[in-house]
């Protein structure tokens, strides 16, 4: 015990030391790397470096005031209640507060720099025979509640918000936090991001007063962390897919309203619904922005923006979407493990015939997953300005873009609509074709498409700009390079082609391509592809990948030519 109390008077002392030698605008950017210039300068104006802290697990009054006499530090008065970090500390190893009795003293150090700061000592008593041994082993090993503090000077809730997200701009990550009444002041825990350069793996922020409302949000972020909660919130996500896909089957975003509220009972006349149950959807749905509670009718609901992409008449609706995934694609997702067992997409599996021509021998299906994909219409927002698109259109002698498996041809549309000058042939089934020649023609761009029924086989020759979207990660590699000697065989020369995909980042990053790669193996035997992947499909059809830019809800285009053209 001798050696584990000289240890901790050689911590504290260490921890003066630090204090003395550090000032706000040095240490911020070790913690926080990548944090300077202008950013650097706004934190370092809102907050300031106040303290260091550590734990210290004392026998009595008398033991804590010795190890603070030898390192130099005089208590600023008898120990506070700590409610935070005795909170902390109950959680973390499962004891009952009342057990914990931890006190706070912040005696006053002085900077090199001539400013006031403080050592945080936290004092666990810990009275020998109590059994919370092992507590202290794991806290001195671990160092949990060792943090740096910086005090936020005038605090106002846009300020805390403003430096908590810039924290968690630059890899801090919430860590908890609470308000002690006993001081009046309210903590913001965070850890600190990976490549920190201080031997500090936390830090605080500390703001006098109640600010308990911008605390509830930092909470549930850091609750949101845990592995426990955060399984279970993963686990409960197919509850939300048929959450949202039962209130866009219902056609309640038709009968809502974002300006105005609709009491329950009338909204569950209008859509056919029970009144309780209904409200039941409406709760989960608030909970995930789709619609918000009016305050100014007893139980009535406004759509918000999110929900009203599920509205039948909405702009780039998603409501095919939220039907789609929330009926054959939900379905068929129940056989995921059968695919990752064997290999057979856990469609073909469940519906004993491939995705194709399944919904092919369904027109009600059929009509949904074309109206799906033009659902998915965002990604395409920046695709007409695509610099390829920008010189057809600004071509001497107008230009052909070339859609192949364009659907019912949203996309080509958009290009069209933008550029007056190009002309456009779509490339698709026969039934399709129809469908799209109707929609292109009441969007006044009639005059300027053909239309042709077909297969890959059948892709047309003589266009400047072909467009292959969203149409590779439904096949494996072999069939990707029989589309793709096709499209280079129609192409002449001088042809640009545009491959719109999700592509899956090389550093293993976050996308939504993950997401999709799941989804294309389980429904058509597909899969989503890096980029690399895709030049050596390219160069294997005698092309060659020459460009990628990214687009809306992690797409790529990829800009691809025949090998032979220089770039």
């Known amino acids: ?26 240490l911020l950017p070790l913690l926080l790397p990548g944090l300077d210039g202008p950013e650097l300068r706004s934190l370092a104006d809102r907050c300031r470096f106040a303290h260091a802290a550590l734990l210290l697990f004392p026998h009595d009054e008398q033991d804590l005031h010795t190890t603070l006499t030898e390192c130099g530090l005089t208590a600023d008065g008898p120990p ?45 008593t810990v009275a020998p025979g109590s059994g919370l041994e092992p507590l202290v082993a794991h806290e001195r090993e671990h160092q949990h509640e060792a943090h740096l503090a910086f005090e936020v000077d005038g605090p106002d809730p846009l300020v ?33 991001p990976e490549g920190a350069k201080t031997e500090y793996r936390r830090m605080e922020l500390y703001a006098p007063g109640d600010h308990r409302d911008v605390l509830t949000a930092h909470l549930t972020a850091h609750r949101e962390r845990q592995p426990a909660e955060a399984l279970l919130r993963l686990l409960t996500g197919a509850w939300t897919t048929q959450a949202l896909a039962a209130f866009a089957e219902l056609r309640v975003a038709d009968a809502l309203d974002t300006r105005q509220g609709t009491g329950i009972d009338d909204l ?5 619904a029970t009144p309780r149950t209904l409200a039941t959807l409406l709760r989960h749905l608030e909970t995930l922005g789709a619609v918000t509670a009016d305050p100014g009718i007893p139980d009535g609901y406004r759509l918000t923006a999110l929900g009203a992409l599920l509205r039948t008449d909405a702009p780039d609706s998603m409501r ?17 493990a059968h695919t990752v067992r064997t290999g057979e997409p856990g469609f073909e599996h469940l519906f004993g015939r491939n995705h194709f021509d399944h919904f092919a021998a369904d027109p009600e299906l059929a009509d949904l997953f074309d109206r799906s994909m033009a659902a998915g219409a965002a990604m395409f927002g920046p695709l007409p300005t695509h610099p390829v698109l920008l010189a057809a259109g600004r071509a001497d002698t107008p230009a052909t873009v070339v859609d192949i498996a364009g659907g019912n041809g949203a996309l080509l549309g958009r290009v069209l609509a933008v550029h007056q000058r190009l002309r456009g042939v779509l490339l698709e089934r026969p039934h399709v074709v129809e469908a799209a020649r109707v929609a292109l023609e009441a969007a006044g761009h009639g005059d300027r498409c053909t239309y042709r029924g077909g297969d890959f086989a059948d892709v047309p020759e003589g266009g400047d700009v072909y467009l292959l979207s969203r149409i590779l990660h439904d096949w494996d590699d072999d069939r990707c390079r029989e589309i793709l000697r096709h499209v280079a065989r129609a192409m002449p020369d001088h042809a640009d082609l545009l491959v719109v995909e999700r592509v899956l980042p090389a550093d293993g990053s976050k996308s939504l391509a993950a997401a999709w790669d799941l989804h294309m193996m389980c429904n058509v035997g597909g899969r989503e592809r890096r980029a690399d992947h895709y030049a050596r499909l390219f160069a294997d059809a005698g092309l060659t990948l020459v460009g990628q830019e990214r687009l809306p809800l992690d797409g790529s285009v990829l800009h691809v030519r025949k090998a032979t053209i220089p770039n």
């Open 160 to 192: 805390l918000r403003g430096l908590c997200a810039t924290l968690a701009r630059h890899g801090a990550v919430p860590d908890g936090g609470g308000y002690n009444p006993h001081e009046n002041g309210t903590v913001f825990y965070f850890a600190a």
């Open 320 to 336: 095919p979407l939220a039907l789609l995934y929330g009926g054959p694609f939900y379905r068929s997702f129940g056989a995921l």
């Open 1 to 26: 015990m001798v050696t584990t109390m000289a240890g901790e008077t050689s911590r504290l002392r260490a921890t003066v030391d630090f204090v003395r030698e550090q000032d706000t605008a040095t």
């Open 268 to 272: 569950a006349d209008r859509v056919g």
């Open 80 to 124: 506070r209640p700590s409610v935070v970090v005795r909170d902390r500390l109950a959680v973390r190893h499962r004891r009952d507060p009342a057990d914990l009795d931890v006190g706070i003293l912040r005696p006053a150090v002085t900077g090199l720099d001539g400013a006031h700061r403080t050592v945080e000592v936290f004092a666990l």
